[in-house]
């Protein structure tokens, strides 16, 4: 019996490790080897391993200043997407009653629809003639077209905020849907206002879905390159922005591998402390 | 009854005039058309344990969630020591429920979901921290004050659901179906800790179950619910002994329903014939198992005789519940502690007295 079944496991295990030994581990090992690489004048890629590549890193203030300016943003993008998505998921979770589902498809037909469409969105209702400054020009709001709006941090929290509320919503709902109606009933019952049932039980038990809602957002605000490029000036390049530069126009692979494996690490770090918070909040 | 919509109300008094404890007064509660109770009133004494016994769908767990808050009444009001009861949010009044799933809190320890209550009130710390740990003692349970819910058994589960509750001094104690989860011996060990507890206490308590045998091993009174309707309440022995519906004689336990005719103040039930004090007609009868005796060790006073054959037998270890055929259409099931041996023909007894006249039967469409 042992046999067959051990057989039979590893048959239905071998796709997926070799998708991700293909997809995954050999691009990040590429990557990797790439990042100790340089290159020549003359744009060729010259296979002498060194660390040059991290030296100039951490030696130029300028990744540092957008790697942070990029954690900045992303925090931002966190902190807003809870303060709507919570609402919401404590809404669709508790009160939606029978058209929940209908609810449900609205917060999730967005995903659905292309990224590029919904920044460009953005753009047309930011724009100095856009929808938002052709409306407060019209009732006098303002005399000339604000134009902070668009090609800033501001218009980039904004259109990633809208674009991953879904994400941090559906992990919430999921969590709020999991907590027993008892237990509400109870702290109800033992006295406690509705208030108190919020932040003593339901909070707290909802929290592995806010830090997996919050993950998702954070990390994917992180690596984000088409918001800032789209509607983020000057001011709000985003580290993925300088990955993508040093891969296309400044064809500096090997500086880019660096960069890359940088972020990675990053990611990789705050994948682990959520990761922690979740089981510890999950258990407790 | 009296009829009004002022809030502040007193309940109307019972005919000793002193004012009922916990009043419910005509309440009922229906998903539109469906009537899941039906104008229940039941008043009930402080102090007293009263269980709420009744089938799933009988509309028992109903009722206690009507009177904890958690469901809204479609009728009537309900009234603890003269105040409207029904119109408060649940958190305002002073009953506190144990719930069947224990319902404790994941997050907490022991000590933490115990404090509960009283820390929402806003009760200091210090006297938290006695109050918890008197809570606890009581139901010796202080050795896991640290312990969380997941590392304890289900039994500990229901003692630190009871201290939770308890501890903030509820005027009455619902407890619904609280030791169905248990297994058989621990499920009678809780049953004689918690009559004990209640009595020691003398909080009044009100016990949802489906299980007949608990309902009369605890209560001090028992309420027989049935498709939303009192079907009978009274005291444990009472309720037993004299079941008024054909429902209520098997719901409390078996028992063998006879029907006969009644003819000057004898019933003839074609297997035996007793004296009994009914009109003239049909009448139908519960008689308990357990009133058959043969007729050789049966106690004396056991006046109605009648010959049967020993068709089956089934052992219970406390007894044998034996099938006794009268005649072709006639069987009785008795429950005798002697041996006794198959087939064979015998004289069986049992006193009048135990020959209950039910209801006449509601034939439902």
Request: proline letters at 5%.
């Amino acid at each position: 019996m042992m046999r067959p079944q051990r057989s039979g496991a590893l048959l239905v295990m071998l796709p997926p490790f070799a998708w991700i030994a293909l997809f995954l581990f050999l691009p990040y090992c590429l990557l990797f080897c790439y990042s100790f690489w340089t290159v020549s004048e003359f744009q060729q890629i010259l296979h002498h391993p060194t660390l040059a590549n991290y030296a100039h890193l951490f030696t130029n203030p300028l990744y540092l200043t957008v790697i942070l300016r990029t954690l900045r943003i992303a925090l931002s993008v966190v902190v807003l997407s809870l303060a709507i998505g919570y609402p919401l998921a404590f809404f669709l979770a508790f009160h939606s009653g029978r058209h929940r589902a209908l609810l449900y498809q609205a917060v999730i037909i967005p995903l659905w629809v292309s990224y590029l469409v919904r920044a460009y969105a953005w753009k047309v209702i930011f724009g100095n003639e856009g929808v938002l400054n052709t409306l407060l020009m019209w009732s006098h709001g303002t005399s000339h077209p604000l134009s902070f709006l668009l090609y800033s941090p501001f218009a980039v929290i904004v259109t990633l905020t809208h674009i991953y509320v879904p994400f941090v919503v559906l992990p919430v709902v999921a969590s709020l849907e999991k907590i027993p109606r008892e237990l509400i009933e109870s702290s109800n019952d033992l006295g406690a206002r509705p208030w108190q049932t919020f932040l003593r039980v339901i909070l707290p038990l909802s929290l592995p879905g806010v830090v997996s809602g919050a993950t998702f957002a954070l990390l994917l605000s992180f690596g984000d390159f088409l918001a800032p490029l789209l509607l983020g000036g000057p001011a709000s390049v985003m580290i993925a922005n300088i990955v993508a530069n040093l891969f296309g126009a400044d064809y500096n692979w090997p500086l880019g591998a660096a960069v890359a494996v940088v972020i990675l690490n990053i990611v990789v770090a705050i994948l682990s402390v959520t990761q922690r918070l979740e089981r510890r909040w999950r258990t407790a | 009854m009296t009829a009004g919509t002022d809030s502040l109300e007193k309940a109307s008094a019972d005919s000793s005039g002193a004012e009922v404890f916990l009043q419910i007064e005509n309440v009922g509660k229906s998903f539109g058309a469906h009537h899941v109770l039906d104008s229940i009133s039941l008043s009930i004494e402080q102090g007293e344990f009263v269980t709420l016994l009744g089938e799933s769908g009988s509309g028992k767990t109903t009722l206690l969630r009507i009177i904890a808050g958690f469901e809204t009444l479609s009728a009537g009001r309900i009234f603890l020591e003269g105040n409207r009861l029904d119109l408060l949010p649940p958190y305002r009044r002073p009953v506190h429920t144990v719930f069947q799933s224990y319902a404790l809190f994941p997050h907490m320890n022991v000590f933490d979901n115990v404090a509960y209550g009283l820390r929402v009130r806003g009760v200091g710390a210090g006297e938290i921290k006695s109050r918890v740990h008197a809570a606890l003692a009581r139901v010796r349970m202080e050795a896991f004050m640290a312990h969380y819910p997941r590392h304890i058994s289900g039994g500990q589960k229901q003692r630190v659901a009871l201290a939770r509750a308890l501890v903030n001094e509820p005027k009455v104690l619902l407890l619904d179906e609280p030791l169905s989860a248990l297994d058989a011996n621990l499920r009678l060990e809780m049953q004689r800790e918690l009559k004990a507890l209640q009595q020691d206490l003398g909080i009044t308590f009100l016990f949802v179950t489906h299980d007949q045998s608990e309902a009369l091993a605890i209560s001090d009174r028992v309420v027989l619910l049935h498709q939303g309707r009192i079907e009978q309440s009274g005291e444990p022995r009472e309720i037993y002994a004299r079941p008024r519906t054909s429902y209520a004689a098997n719901f409390l336990g078996k028992s063998n329903l006879v029907r006969g005719v009644v003819r000057n103040g004898i019933a003839d039930c074609r297997a035996f014939s007793a004296p009994v004090n009914l009109p003239e007609g049909p009448a139908i009868f519960s008689l308990r198992p357990e009133a058959i005796a043969p007729a050789s060790s049966a106690s004396s006073g056991s006046d109605v005789r009648f010959t049967a054959q020993v068709v089956a037998e089934q052992f219970h270890g406390a007894g044998t519940l034996v099938t006794l055929r009268c005649s072709e259409e006639i069987e009785l099931t008795a429950r005798i502690n002697a041996a006794i041996s198959n087939e064979t023909w015998g004289e069986f007894a049992f006193r009048a007295e135990d020959l209950v006249p039910l209801a006449p039967e509601v034939h439902e469409s």
